[in-house]
């Protein structure tokens, strides 16, 4: 299979304070990683592609200061929601691409609420 | 650039009741095509997609989709839904070169299946 797993599931912070979530792929490597962002009642809306070992990329509108992400290995890619309010509460998705699969498989989610 | 644009919102159906669920995609450039299921709170979950080959594509839990490149749609089907099948369905598109695995999604269609 291909799993892909997020940590954590929830959480609950203050304004100002800074969030890291987790997305690893448990039992393949994935040399790039995506991070989705999906509001109540919306569609996932593509923040960033993180490739191992370089920068990520960031789509247009995504505030790369803000969201930073960290992909230090093949099975380990990083979001750090820094100083985050409370429009930044959101259903946050990453998902893992396995070389050679026109397929990506998503994590289970984070659910963030920011008070 | 892709856009994916899914035709209804909400698709209610009775149990053992046939559906198809609507995706209409345009794209200047050949692309992949695909159907996420996506259960309250979780992530999504790969049901089908379309590389190449031939146009009837099956997936898991009994559904298929068909792709029409003359029509640049790509509608999910099952020929008797479950209670279980309640969730919300994305379609979603991706192309190769530059934007490779970069995926843009429909809107998203929540399925009722009613007892």
């Known amino acids: 299979g291909a799993v892909v797993s997020q940590h954590p599931s929830w959480v609950i912070c203050k304004s100002g304070t800074s969030v890291k979530i987790e997305c690893r792929s448990l039992?393949?490597?994935?040399?790039?990683m995506f991070w989705y962002r999906q509001f109540p009642k919306q569609s996932l809306m593509l923040m960033a592609t993180?490739?191992?070992?370089?920068?990520?990329?960031?789509e247009q509108g995504v505030e790369k200061d803000k969201f930073l992400i960290n992909h230090a290995s093949l099975t380990l890619s990083t979001l750090t929601v820094t100083s985050a309010h409370p429009e930044d509460s959101s259903f946050y998705i990453c998902?893992?691409?396995?070389?050679?699969?026109?397929?990506?498989?998503f994590g289970p989610g984070t659910r963030l609420l920011v008070l | 650039a892709q856009s994916v644009t899914q035709l209804d919102s909400q698709v209610p159906v009775f149990e053992e009741a046939p559906v198809e669920l609507r995706c209409n995609y345009s794209s200047s450039v050949s692309v992949y095509l695909f159907w996420y299921v996506q259960y309250p709170n979780q992530g999504l979950q790969l049901l089908l997609k379309y590389l190449s080959g031939s146009t009837l594509v099956k997936g898991i839990n009994g559904f298929e989709a068909e792709f029409n490149k003359s029509q640049t749609s790509f509608h999910l089907r099952k020929p008797s839904v479950h209670i279980s099948d309640t969730a919300e369905y994305f379609c979603?598109?991706?192309?190769?070169?530059?934007?490779?695995?970069?995926?843009?999604f429909g809107q998203g269609t929540i399925l009722t299946v009613h007892p």
């Open positions: 998902s893992a691409h396995r070389w050679g699969e026109e397929t990506q498989y």
């Open positions: 979603a598109v991706s192309a190769g070169g530059t934007s490779y695995g970069k995926l843009t």
């Open positions: 993180s490739n191992e070992g370089s920068k990520a990329t960031y």
């Open positions: 039992d393949f490597q994935a040399t790039t």
